[in-house]
C-alpha cells in the first residue's frame, strides 16, 4: 500500500505545525511494509527534517510536485536528472527554468498587487508571521522550484496574476495557508503518478494508492489515487474537489488524519 498524504493541515496541527499526535501512526505505517510519501507544498529541507523526526527514510514529494526526493535506499527513477541531497536524489520535474522570483518581482511593479514573499522577509518576519521556529523559516524560505506567496490575494487579483503568470508558464496554486507559484508543468498528482509507476515497475506489491488532503491544491493527487480521503479545511468544510472517488472525512488536521489511519486499518488490515 502506498499512501500519499499532505502536511500541513493534515499530518501537521494547522496552528502550530507539530506532528506529535501523528508520528507515531506514521511510523506504523512504514514498519508494516507499507510506503508513506508525504506530497507537500513545503520544501526539501522542511520535509527532510520531519522524516528525519519520524526516523524512517522515504521518497518524498516537495513543493507542490516540483521535485521527488528519493533516499540512497531506493533506486526509483535512476536514470533522471537530479542533485545530490542528504543521503539520496533530488530530481527536478520541470523543464521550465524561468527564475521565479524576479518574475514575481515584475508582475507586483506591472500590476501593483501586492505579493509578499519569503523571498522578501527576514527569518525573523517569517518566524512572526506564521509561528515557525528559525530553523523552520530558514527552511521554507530556502525554494528550489515554486515561491509562496503570504499575502491574501482577492478574485480580481488572483484573475490579473494568472493571466500574467500563464504567459510565463506558471500557475498560482492555493494551498492550506498560502499561495504557491510554481510551473504549470507540474503539479502533486504528476508526480505521486511517476513515482506509482515506477514503483509497480520494481514489483514490490505496493498496488493499492491512498491519498489523503485537504484544499484545493491536493486536487490532481486526489484524483489519481485508487482510494481519496478528503479533511476538511480551515473554515470547517470540504473543498470543492472534483473526483469520483472521494471519500470526504469529518475533521480538521490531525484529528482527520488520524481517522482516516483507523479507517484504512480497519479496510486492510495491514496497518
Known amino acids: 500500500m502506498i499512501i500519499y498524504s499532505d502536511l500541513d493541515g ?4 494547522r496552528d502550530t505545525y ?4 501523528t508520528i507515531q501512526y506514521a511510523q506504523k505505517i512504514i514498519d508494516s ?3 508513506l510519501i508525504f506530497c507537500s507544498s513545503k520544501t526539501f529541507e522542511e520535509i527532510y527534517d520531519i522524516m528525519d523526526n519520524i526516523d524512517r527514510q522515504m521518497p518524498f514529494i516537495v513543493e507542490n510536485g ?13 536514470s533522471a536528472k537530479y542533485s545530490v541531497k542528504k543521503n539520496g536524489r533530488l530530481i527536478n520535474l520541470s523543464d521550465n527554468n524561468i527564475d521565479i522570483y524576479n518574475s ?40 528550489n522550484f515554486s515561491e509562496t506567496i503570504i499575502t491574501a490575494l ?45 514503483i509497480k515497475n520494481m514489483k514490490i506489491g505496493n498496488d493499492i494508492t491512498i491519498g489523503i488532503g485537504d484544499s484545493s491544491n491536493d486536487e490532481s493527487l486526489l484524483s489519481i489515487t485508487d482510494m481519496s480521503y478528503l479533511l476538511k479545511n480551515k473554515y470547517n468544510h470540504w473543498e470543492d474537489i472534483k473526483s469520483n472517488n472521494i471519500i ?7 484529528v482527520g488524519w488520524i481517522k482516516v489511519y483507523k479507517e484504512i486499518s480497519k479496510k486492510f488490515c495491514e496497518i
Not at 18 to 21: C, E, G, H, I, R
Request: some cysteine; proline content about 2%; aromatic content about 10%.
Open 248 to 254: 470526504k472525512i469529518d475533521g480538521l488536521g490531525q
Open 66 to 78: 516540483g521535485g521527488i526526493y528519493i533516499p540512497n535506499k531506493y533506486n526509483y527513477l535512476e
Open 33 to 35: 511494509d507499507n510506503m
Open 10 to 13: 493534515c499530518f501537521l496541527d
Open 154 to 198: 482577492n478574485d480580481r487579483d488572483i484573475k490579473v496574476l494568472e493571466s500574467r503568470l500563464n504567459q510565463l508558464n506558471l500557475t498560482c496554486t492555493n494551498g492550506s495557508q498560502y499561495y504557491t507559484i510554481h510551473p504549470n508543468d507540474i503539479n502533486k498528482g504528476k508526480a505521486a503518478l511517476m513515482l506509482f509507476e515506477n
Open 18 to 21: 507539530s506532528y506529535d499526535n
Open 104 to 143: 514575481i518581482k515584475n508582475i507586483r511593479k506591472e500590476t501593483g498587487i501586492e505579493m509578499v514573499t519569503y523571498q522578501d522577509l527576514t527569518i525573523t518576519a517569517i518566524c512572526t508571521i506564521t509561528g515557525l521556529n528559525k530553523y523552520q523559516a530558514a527552511f521554507a524560505k530556502n525554494r
